[in-house]
Nanobody, 123 residues
Framework: QVQLVESGGGLVQPGGSLRLSCTAS????????MGWFRQGPGNERELVAT???????NYADSVKGRFTISIDNAKNTMYLQMDNLNPEDTDVYYC?????????????????WGQGTRVSVSA
């Protein structure tokens, strides 16, 4: 069973910073890539940033220059450093992983989601 556990969300004032973490655990053979998505009430889930196991990153225009995504392959952990936060960043942030796991019947390629962590930016 593969699980993604997120941490680091919370309440911060505008202009402040937060660092989100997402750790994948279980019978993981290979992580191909991971990403952060966010979703607010009444809105569709949107891409924040993605990163391959090789470190190639992609960002939504709204967060470029403010957010930095990184991955530690040895720890199966992805991070999102969020700086200069503004109220529009308030959302639930979800971790996603595209990975190959080990199963009783062989390797399995699948997509996994974390439980989400809340980020609130308010004065």
């Amino acid at each position: 069973q593969v699980q993604l556990v997120e941490s680091g969300g919370g309440l911060v004032q505008p202009g402040g910073s937060l660092r989100l973490s997402c750790t994948a655990s279980g019978s993981i053979f290979k992580i191909n890539g991971m990403g952060w998505f966010r979703q607010g009430p009444g809105n569709e889930r949107e891409l924040v940033a993605t990163i391959t196991s090789g470190g190639a990153a992609n960002y939504a225009d709204s967060v470029k220059g403010r957010f930095t995504i990184s991955i530690d392959n040895a720890k199966n952990t992805m991070y999102l450093q969020m700086d200069n936060l503004n109220p529009e960043d308030t959302d639930v942030y979800y971790c996603n992983a595209d990975l190959i796991s080990r199963t009783a019947t062989g390797p399995l390629l699948d997509d996994y989601w974390g439980q989400g962590t809340r980020v609130s930016v308010s004065a």
